[in-house]
């Protein structure tokens, strides 16, 4: 068993309908404790915060191109667009295992008044 790799927090999946699924389980990610320590719950509904900021701030070319559907222990998207779906897991990917990153974001939800329904 390999226990330097680090755990992808985030997988895409092919769905019975042909189309894509992200899936990102709450809880699980390197940066749980900041996002507490933030005032902020890691759970499903805050990873679609961040990804609906990440789109507003920095990727306007993936709005539109899927489709949001939290819940308490997970974040999921879905899209017939795999490449969408690909860039948005590459951004929350670097939310996830960064402790700068989700600074960075949450910090710049306070400033934009953007809140997180966490």
């Known amino acids: 068993m390999c226990q330097d790799r680090p755990v992808d927090p985030?997988?895409?999946e092919t769905t019975e309908s042909g189309g894509y699924s992200l899936w990102l389980e709450?809880?699980?990610t390197d940066v749980d404790?900041?996002?507490r320590?933030?005032?902020h719950e890691p759970n499903g509904y805050f990873w679609e915060g961040v990804a609906e900021l990440l789109v507003a701030s920095e990727a306007a070319s993936l709005g539109?191109?899927?489709s949001s559907d939290p819940?308490?222990?997970a974040f999921?998207?879905?899209s017939d667009d795999r490449a969408a779906l690909e860039d948005l897991a590459a951004r929350l990917r670097k939310v996830a295992t960064e402790e700068t990153r989700v600074r960075q974001l949450v910090d710049l939800a306070t400033?934009?008044?953007f809140e997180f329904d966490d």
């Open 33 to 35: 404790d900041v996002i």
């Open 76 to 78: 999921c998207a879905y």
């Open 71 to 73: 819940e308490a222990g």
């Open 10 to 12: 985030i997988e895409i």
């Open 111 to 113: 400033a934009t008044g």
């Open 26 to 28: 709450a809880g699980t």
């Open 64 to 66: 539109g191109r899927f």
């Open 37 to 39: 320590e933030l005032g």
